[in-house]
């Protein structure tokens, strides 16, 4: 490589001259007094204006202050009422609960409908191990079907529940451990709404793309459906399932959640994603 010194004594001058530059005009600026004076004036601007914004944050720290515990009476007061808040909101509705994990208890979700004034119509859990090895040929076995793949295991879950039979099909997948059938009162046809307990702690492997989404679009086609789950639960299963243009609530667990779940019940139009937020906020479903 050629090197060309011409080049280094030219940009080493430059350095040494800008150098030279700088300390002439810094020693010009320190000796007048005019510029000594702006600068004094600029300086006195600057702490004028944190003063102002310093106090500002001061007041708006008070305000967020106030607020938060207002919203703490708020939801208090939410607690205290809700019995009030939901009751006759859902009289003569009938409604059916599905569950993806045993290890769910519905209970909470039968009181709240409950004390609304509806009626669980069904409460069934559907088990992963519908997928398991071997399942597919043990269900052809009982039922003299020839299921080779999951669609088709699905399928016949969910028309095994739109059945309205328990002594069919549904009471064999029961017998098989595939499902688990918490009540059935055979009123598919008079069931309302349906309420999807999502449950994303699982080992099994894309559960909300292979389990969840096609029983809710399947039953979605039948019956309006609403997606909850527990507040302490991972939201980013939610969020998928909220894309199938349902109304979801992630803190049924919680006073404002069973509000949220009985305003959607009411209004099966209602549409969005209801419960905490990320920034901790909780937001509900309005009906004009």
Same mark, same amino acid.
């Given at each position: ?24 005009? *810094? /020693?010009?600026?320190?000796? =007048? $007094?005019?510029? %000594? ?8 601007? @600057? &702490? ?85 090895? *071997? /399942?597919?040929?043990?269900? =052809? $076995?009982?039922? %003299? ?8 295991? @699905? &399928? ?105 779940? @009985? ?26």
């Amino acid at each position: 490589m050629h090197i060309n010194f011409k080049y280094f004594i030219v940009s080493i001058g430059s350095i040494f001259l800008a150098l030279g530059i700088g300390i002439l005009v *810094g /020693s010009s600026l320190g000796n =007048n $007094e005019t510029i %000594q004076k702006q600068n004094e004036a600029i300086v006195k601007d @600057i &702490d004028e204006q944190f003063n102002e914004l310093k106090t500002k944050d001061e007041q708006l720290s008070e305000e967020n202050s106030s607020l938060k515990e207002n919203m703490g009476k708020y939801k208090k007061y939410i607690e205290s009422n809700e019995a009030l808040l939901t009751a006759g909101k859902l009289t003569g509705k009938q409604v059916g609960i599905i569950s993806f994990s045993e290890k769910d208890s519905s209970e909470n979700l039968d009181s709240v409908i409950a004390n609304a004034g509806g009626n669980v119509a069904f409460d069934i859990v559907i088990n992963e191990s519908l997928f398991e090895k *071997g /399942s597919a040929q043990k269900i =052809n $076995e009982k039922l %003299q079907t020839n299921i080779s793949k999951d669609s088709e295991l @699905i &399928d016949l879950v969910s028309d095994a529940i739109k059945e309205s039979d328990s002594n069919g099909r549904l009471n064999v997948l029961s017998e098989l451990g595939y499902v688990k059938v918490e009540k059935y009162t055979n009123q598919f046809d008079a069931v309302n709404n349906i309420v999807v307990f999502n449950n994303p702690a699982t080992k099994m492997k894309n559960k909300v793309a292979t389990l969840e989404k096609p029983v809710i679009e399947s039953l979605k086609s039948e019956k309006p459906v609403l997606v909850v789950q527990n507040s302490s639960s991972n939201k980013e299963s939610l969020k998928e399932l909220s894309k199938l243009r349902v109304a979801t609530i992630n803190n049924i667990d919680q006073s404002m959640g069973h509000i949220s779940l @009985i305003t959607c019940l009411t209004n099966d139009k209602i549409i969005g994603d209801f419960g905490k937020t990320d920034d901790n906020m909780v937001t509900i479903p309005v009906t004009k």
